[in-house]
């Protein structure tokens, strides 16, 4: 039986408090809200029951802020995509910010399942002022377990509409992208960061964002495969090559907590989902 479940995530700026509601149907929740860090800051944990996705599955997630609220959200693990005989696996959000919201989206990993057929779906709206905070990490196969992603294909879909568009197809099959130095290099975990604005950055923040961002690159273990671009005025990406997901995550959260300091001048404050 196929899972169809959606959940819509709304936060709104109450008297200095950044307050989440939620309506869901199916198997998708969202835990208590948590603020570590004060009023300002919603922390969220976004939870999926059945642990995973197998053909025939689909999740819908949605995620508005309202003006001047700033939102976080996590998953308390991995996204698992299952072996498929033959349907899809459709995981879609959409995350859309107005004027002056702030939103941290932050999942854990989308580990891909060898025989997986999935796709992974993230689109993200700006209002002018708005900045989003994010990341996507998908690992192939599960190589703790001795189980090499060799049969199946996974779809990834980073969009900001009209600004940014990222979206690579992974075939268990080819041979020439996952072994090739032009394309994963046989690594098995493909990791993105990103800072995306719905109002042009000031050269100065995203100098001080890269600067950021690579200093944290140079002491890590990951440096030959990991690099730090401005594509446009509204964007600054981090991209990571890892052998397996770990390295990778540490690398990414380190960055997350600098850019936090460096763009919003907050502290780096993680969410206590991680500490589990």
Not at 246 to 265: G, H, N, Y
């Amino acid at each position: 039986m196929a899972w169809h479940a959606r959940l819509q995530l709304n936060y709104t700026l109450e008297q200095a408090r950044t307050v989440a509601r939620y309506e869901h149907n199916g198997p998708l929740r969202i835990l208590q809200s948590l603020y570590p860090e004060g009023d300002a800051v919603c922390h969220n944990v976004l939870v999926h029951p059945p642990g995973g996705l197998v053909g025939g599955d689909t999740l819908d997630i949605a995620a508005t802020v309202g003006p001047g609220a700033h939102g976080l959200v996590t998953t308390p693990g991995a996204t698992r995509f299952y072996r498929s005989t033959g349907p899809l696996a459709l995981q879609r959000s959409h995350l859309t910010l107005a004027e002056g919201a702030r939103l941290e989206w932050l999942p854990l990993e989308a580990l891909c399942y060898s025989a997986c057929n999935a796709e992974n779906h993230l689109t993200l709206n700006l209002a002018p002022g708005a900045e989003c905070l994010g990341w996507d990490v998908t690992a192939l196969g599960l190589p703790h377990a001795d189980q090499p992603f060799v049969q199946g294909r996974f779809v990834q879909h980073l969009e900001v509409p009209g600004l940014w568009l990222e979206r690579g197809v992974i075939d268990a099959a080819d041979e020439r992208l996952l072994q090739s130095p032009l394309g994963l290099a046989g690594q098995r975990c493909v990791a993105s960061l990103f800072f995306a604005a719905g109002t042009p950055l000031a050269r100065n923040r995203r100098d001080a964002a890269l600067d950021a961002a690579r200093a944290v690159m140079d002491a890590h273990v990951l440096k030959p495969t990991a690099g730090a671009t401005s594509p446009n005025d509204r964007m600054v990406v981090v991209r990571v090559l890892a052998p397996q997901v770990e390295p990778a995550m540490q690398l990414l959260k380190a960055v997350r907590a600098a850019w936090r300091r460096t763009l919003w001048d907050v502290a780096g404050e993680p969410p206590r989902v991680w500490a589990m």
